[in-house]
């Protein structure tokens, strides 16, 4: 093999292999797939198993409008934040620490506090509880 | 003048009718209004005209109304420089978005209407609040015509697995005849108005994000020909939804980290049938434009405070931009629109939602054509320095 062929196989070879990687190292990255649930009677039940891999998972629930964020804080402790911006009732976007409205560009961080407005009020919060490895989120009525 | 009244009196009639709720009612009733808004005033120093200028740049009301959990409103009227009068230049009412929006499930909505398509980074970051520096970027003015909206319909959508969110829109297509020395595409938009729905444009855009970086990729695709075939092709123009194209890339990265910011942003602009344009309309179209800038910013008061409400940006961006790359045979290359701006400043804010702007642009540009006289000619220097000092709101 000369030279030539050497450095274009080589070449070949490690952009295979750095494109058969990539969707690994974007899938790492990723916030993970919304977890669906029922919210009879308002109330979203989540099964505490589902934070073994993740601190942060983002809740669907099938009768309410918008995504939840459920964030572990530490044992049996948990924080839930509607995903709605605070400015003019857009979505928002889970970046994997932060939340984005691509609206207007206002940001908020996992605590739900604005970094960048035109949004100047907090992610509204979720009473919850949590019980017998279930984390209970009650969802505004409405 | 008429228009003036009939833009006021709309905008008071729905702030009368408006209810003026937090977005914390979201969840408890299906009805609802949002207000907001956002506004800008400059004083601009020419250091070369030693001339001075100062305007109520524009006031915006944003109003949202959410007909449904499902379906909602988007709006925003913009006055621009404070007053319209009959027969004076300046000033200007308009509707800078107002489109449906139907939310088709958590991660799908379709829009209809007047709406920004996603291209760059401040056509939809536009408020003053969100942007270093009194003026909009120069690329995002002269070579990607912000705020560029138009008619149509757009999907927007984003991804369970990765943070990964697009858009893509069928829009109205621009107008060729618009196209100006000096402006590129800018005066081809139709921005709502009688818009020609011969030619179409197609949008798109992806964006990526992994905590506090996000990287964007988008395009254009449209017709620039909205004359009836016959008479595109009595001008020697190609007809049809995408006759005559122009076609824009455009890529962007933003990062925040402790305090810091940066953006990059890159562009570029093809004209393929600039030539049968020039024979057309006599408007001197490029064939090719392109422009970028690299901006790093830090928020003085972020070890102070974490907290977003105040903050003390200083901010340095390097922008280069040619309107006129290449050009035709039968187009004539103007120096004066290959353009370098340093721009240097710092953004002051007691409030998010209020700044306090000041910052200097020094540019340089080539050498004026011998053909196409620029302003100022024949005293046209090709350095010059602005002096800006404004504040800007959001709410």
Redesign the interface.
């Known amino acids: 093999m000369d030279r030539r062929a050497f450095i274009k196989s080589s070449c070949s070879a490690c952009l295979l292999a750095a494109a058969g990687s990539l969707p690994e190292a974007?899938?790492s990255?990723?916030?993970?797939?919304?977890y669906e649930a029922d919210a009879p009677m308002g109330l979203l039940r989540i099964p505490e198993s589902i934070f073994q891999e993740t601190t942060v998972r983002i809740i669907?629930a099938r009768t309410?409008?918008?995504?939840i964020a459920l964030e572990k804080l530490g044992e049996s402790s948990y924080r839930a934040l509607?995903l709605?911006?605070?400015?003019?009732?857009n979505?928002l976007?889970?970046?994997?620490?932060?939340f984005?409205c691509?609206?207007?560009?206002s940001t908020f961080d996992l605590q739900g506090?604005?970094?960048?407005?035109?949004a100047?009020?907090p992610l509204?919060q979720l009473p919850l509880e949590v019980s017998a490895g279930m984390v209970t989120v009650h969802?505004?009525?409405? | 003048m008429n228009s003036a009244l009939k833009g006021i009196a709309f905008a008071a009639t729905i702030l009368i009718l408006a209810r003026p709720t937090g977005a914390l009612n979201a969840q408890t009733s299906d009805e609802k209004t949002t207000l907001g808004g956002y506004g800008s005033a400059m004083y601009q120093r020419d250091f070369n005209l030693k001339d001075a200028t100062v305007d109520l740049e524009r006031v915006v009301l944003f109003i949202g109304h959410d007909f449904s959990r499902k379906v909602s409103l988007v709006s925003e009227l913009e006055m621009e420089d404070a007053k319209v009068s009959g027969g004076e230049p300046g000033g200007e009412i308009a509707f800078e978005q107002a489109y449906v929006k139907f939310a088709l499930n958590a991660d799908h909505s379709l829009v209809a209407g007047l709406f920004l398509p996603r291209i760059g980074i401040l056509n939809e970051e536009h408020l003053p609040t969100s942007f270093n520096g009194n003026e909009r970027t120069q690329v995002e003015t002269y070579i990607l015509p912000s705020t560029w909206r138009e008619l149509g319909v757009g999907m927007y959508g984003r991804n369970d697995l990765l943070p990964l969110t697009w858009s893509f829109a069928l829009v109205n297509g621009l107008n060729a005849a618009g196209f100006t020395h000096g402006s590129l595409i800018r005066e081809g938009r139709f921005e709502g108005r009688n818009a020609s729905a011969n030619n179409l444009a197609l949008t798109g855009a992806l964006q990526y994000f992994q905590d506090q970086f996000r990287v964007q990729l988008s395009g254009y695709y449209g017709g620039t020909v909205g004359l009836p075939a016959a008479q595109a092709e009595s001008l020697k123009l190609s007809p049809g939804p995408f006759g005559t194209p122009v076609v824009i890339g455009e890529a962007d990265a933003s990062y925040e980290i402790s305090g810091f910011s940066f953006r990059l942003l890159g562009t570029l602009v093809s004209i393929p049938d600039a030539e049968q344009i020039n024979q057309a309309y006599s408007n001197n179209t490029p064939r090719s434009a392109y422009g970028f800038y690299a901006e790093g910013a830090y928020n003085l008061l972020w070890s102070a405070s974490q907290a977003a409400d105040r903050q003390l940006v200083v901010f340095l961006r390097l922008e280069k931009l040619d309107m006129n790359s290449s050009v035709p045979a039968n187009g004539i290359s103007d120096g004066t629109l290959r353009q370098v701006h340093l721009i240097g400043g710092l953004g002051y804010f007691p409030l998010s939602s209020v700044v306090i702007k000041a910052d200097v642009r020094f540019v340089t540009t080539g050498s004026p054509s011998e053909v196409i006289l620029p302003v100022g000619f024949p005293s046209y220097q090709t350095s010059n320095t602005f002096l800006n000092v404004g504040i800007g709101f959001s709410f």
């Open positions: 974007l899938l990255c990723a916030p993970g797939a919304p669907r309410f409008d918008s995504d509607i709605r911006c605070t400015h003019a009732d979505e976007t889970f970046t994997g620490s932060a984005n691509s609206l207007h560009g506090t604005p970094t960048r407005g035109p100047r009020l509204r969802l505004p009525a409405g």
